[in-house]
């Protein structure tokens, strides 16, 4: 039975893959909305683009000339935000510390179709987008000068996206960010205190609960978080516990693709609009450790709120405080899941 106080009253719930805390207010979602409307963008875009750096055959701003792709194409960023050859390094200066980082970004087209995102293309085709991912996980891992390989992709210009063009990424690094740092101590404390899966074990209870489920198939569940922060946040877990997506057969990769699927279809159908978003995937570093304690998984942070136009905004106590959100997570899953 659903906790009705965690619906009506204020209160903070634990993230516990990062070891911190959301602010959750459910009473402020009634309070009417004065602050900024983003523009909704209705443009229908052409399924080529002479002008889009990365349609099939185009030329790039670096000069080369993209092949004639018919599915997925992945290349090494033109303006990578790490560098390879960058020499190595450090600063300690009393209080002034740095050191070099090192590594390889990529860009990877889901599609030729310039028309298209996810949420268009059928699980067959995302399927051969998760094949690319495994194949460049592969080879970064293989590189000893790779400890760990971000796969993300940011989905409309609110989010930061320059290109409209179905595209993601894949930034490699010498050390762990900073979340994947949270996430790989929280799950090793736990893998080592109780010797299963810390997200595994998430699992079977969300799954007995059914508060918080959107979708599932037999390898996958797609459910927002309890320790949610965006309003419409969601996570895709596989069922088996599985520290990287190389451990994918190929029905779990077509299996995954679906969970893609349905989640971003029911998105779009949310406010009748391409719905913006940042996704990343989280897996097992690739610095040589067994890494058991992991439990791969693929997060999906939307930053809108009440409508196409009206955005959630990380200001003022979320800044300098802690996270916060007003809709609670399962208020947020029933109006998804009644668009499957």
Known sequence: MENTDLQDYSHKRYNILT??????????????????NEAVSNEVRPSYDETCYLCAGNTRINGEINPKYQDVFVFTNDFAALQSDSKSFSVEDGLLLAQ????????ICFSPDHSKSLADMAPNDIQKVVYAWQREYKELADNPDINYVQIF??????????????HGQIWSQSTLPNEVEKKNTQQLAYFNKNNSSL???YLIQELEKQERIIF??????????????????????PKKHQANILELNDTEALLYAEAISVLTKAYDKLFNTSFPYSSGIHQ?????????????????????????????????YEMFGTPQRDITAETAVKMIRELI
């Open 153 to 166: 992709e940011n989905k409309g210009a609110v989010m930061g996206c320059s290109n409209p063009h179905p």
């Open 199 to 201: 997200l595994g074990d």
């Open 100 to 107: 070099s980082e090192t590594g390889i970004c990529k860009v």
């Open 284 to 316: 097992a570093p690739t610095n040589g450790e067994e890494n058991n304690h992991w439990h791969w998984h693929m997060s999906f942070y939307p930053p809108l709120l009440r409508s196409a136009t009206v955005k959630k905004f990380m200001v003022g």
């Open 19 to 36: 070891g911190e805390w959301v602010l959750v207010s459910p009473h402020r979602a009634k309070r009417p909305w004065q602050g900024q």
């Open 216 to 237: 599932e198939n037999d390898s996958f569940v797609v459910l927002i978080p309890f320790w949610a922060i965006w309003p419409f946040e969601a996570m895709i877990v």
